[in-house]
Structures are given as C-alpha cells and as structure tokens.
Nanobody, 122 residues
Framework: QVQLVESGGGLVQPGESLRLSCAAS????????MSWYRQAPGNQRELVAT???????NYTDSVKGRFTISRDMTKNTVYLQMNSLKPADTAVYYC????????????????WGQGTQVTVSS
C-alpha cells in the first residue's frame, strides 16, 4: 500500500508565495512521475504540473513562469513552489504518483494524497 501526504497549504494574499510538499511512502518499487493537480469548488480537477523520473517537466499554461515543480527522489518527495499567487489559484491541491507497487508489481496512477487547501485572498 502506498501513501501520499501533502503539506504546505494555507491562506495568502495575492502576489505572495507558498511551497507545497508531497511525500510518498509504503510499498513502492519505482516512481515514474509525480504530479500536482488542483480542484476549485464547482470545477473539475485539473493537472497543474508533472515531473518524471527522468526530469522532464510540464506545466499547465496558467501557471507557467509562476510555479516550479521539483523533486527529491531519494525521499520520494515532490515540491511545488508557487509564486505570484492569484485568487484564481485558490483550490485544493492534490499530489498524484505514477508508480509501480513493490508488493503487487502492478503499475498504476491510483495513488493520491488527501489534498491541501490553498486560498489566495486579500
């Protein structure tokens, strides 16, 4: 079984910064990529950023130039540095991992964290 635990959310004013962390633990053989998603009230969950084990990175257009995803694979941890935050960034942020389970040997995208609330408001 795999657990993903996010931290770092909070309430900030427009223009300020936050850094989210997500640590994966449990029965992990290999992590192929880790991603951040977000979901605002009434909206579908959207992909924000992805980083692969090879270091490839992708961002959704609305966060390019403001958000930075990084990872520490020795700790199975991914980070999301969010700068110049806007009210439109307000959402619950979720961590997701594409990984192979060490116990079952299966690969899946079903590992999610519990989410962390980010609120940007003056």
């Amino acid at each position: 079984q795999v657990q993903l635990v996010e931290s770092g959310g909070g309430l900030v004013q427009p223009g300020e910064s936050l850094r989210l962390s997500c640590a994966a633990s449990g029965s992990i053989f290999m992590i192929y990529s880790m991603s951040w998603y977000r979901q605002a009230p009434g909206n579908q969950r959207e992909l924000v950023a992805t980083i692969t084990s090879g270091g490839s990175i992708n961002y959704t257009d609305s966060v390019k130039g403001r958000f930075t995803i990084s990872r520490d694979m020795t700790k199975n941890t991914v980070y999301l540095q969010m700068n110049s935050l806007k009210p439109a960034d307000t959402a619950v942020y979720y961590c997701n991992a594409d990984l192979r389970d060490a116990g079952s040997g299966s690969r899946s995208l079903d590992s999610w964290g519990q989410g962390t609330q980010v609120t940007v408001s003056s």
